[in-house]
C-alpha cells in the first residue's frame, strides 16, 4: 500500500493558482506553460541526482519521477 500524500488545503491550492495566473497576466496558457517547464526541469535535476547518488549515501531510498496516487 502507498503512503498518502498530504493534502493540502484547498484554499491553500486555490491562492496559489490566482497568483500563478496574476503572475501570467490571467493568461491561462501561460500558466500553465510555466508549470509543465518548472516540472520538466525538476525531473531534470532529480534525475540528475539520482545518476550522481549512490544507493549507499541515500541509505537505499531511490527516486520516483510519478507522484504516487
Same mark, same amino acid.
Given at each position: ?13 486555490? =491562492?496559489?493558482?490566482? $497568483? #500563478?495566473? %496574476? ?10 506553460? &510555466? ?7 525538476? =525531473?531534470?535535476?532529480? $534525475? #540528475?541526482? %539520482? ?10 531510498? &531511490? ?7
Amino acid at each position: 500500500m502507498r503512503p498518502q500524500l498530504a493534502q493540502a488545503p484547498n484554499i491553500e491550492i486555490q =491562492r496559489e493558482v490566482e $497568483a #500563478l495566473l %496574476a503572475w501570467h497576466d490571467e493568461d491561462p496558457r501561460a500558466a500553465i506553460s &510555466t508549470v509543465l517547464l518548472d516540472c520538466q526541469h525538476l =525531473r531534470l535535476q532529480l $534525475a #540528475l541526482t %539520482a545518476a550522481a547518488s549512490s544507493v549507499g549515501f541515500t541509505r537505499g531510498w &531511490t527516486p520516483t519521477y510519478e507522484r504516487p496516487k
